[in-house]
């Protein structure tokens, strides 16, 4: 079972950042895609970001391109979202997914194509 730790949610006002983490217990990590989804009170689960096996191919949710960067550090089992220019509309629990790639060199944006996932970090933003 692949256990899924998120890290770096808080509180933050219009215009300022946040980094999240999340370790993987995956093994080996590098044969996971990998993606950050967000719900807020009263919406659906959505993707925000997703990345590849490799961290060469991302994917952005048109509301958060530009502001927001996808990586990860195969070496540290772990994957991060870089939130800068942060909006009250990002307000949101944020939750790490995880599946096995199957040698597929390509991201995975919904939610039904990720078998794990993490607890989720809350995300405020202040206006």
């Known amino acids: 079972q692949v256990q899924l730790v998120e890290s770096g949610g808080g509180l933050v006002q219009a215009g300022g950042t946040l980094r999240l983490s999340c370790a993987a217990s995956?093994?080996?990590?590098?044969?996971?895609?990998m993606g950050w989804f967000r719900q807020a009170p009263g919406k659906e689960r959505e993707v925000v970001a997703a990345?590849?096996?490799?961290?060469?191919?991302?994917y952005y949710a048109e509301s958060v391109k530009g502001r927001f960067t996808i990586s990860r550090d195969n070496a540290k089992n772990t994957v991060y979202l870089q939130m800068n220019s942060l909006k009250p509309e990002d307000t949101a629990v944020y939750y790490c997914?995880?599946?096995?790639?199957?040698?597929?060199?390509?991201?995975?944006?919904?939610?039904?194509?990720?078998?794990?996932w993490g607890q989720g970090t809350q995300v405020t933003v202040s206006s």
């Open positions: 995956a093994r080996p990590f590098s044969s996971y895609a």
């Open positions: 997914a995880a599946r096995d790639a199957n040698g597929y060199n390509r991201y995975y944006t919904r939610v039904y194509e990720y078998k794990h």
């Open positions: 990345i590849n096996w490799s961290g060469g191919t991302t």
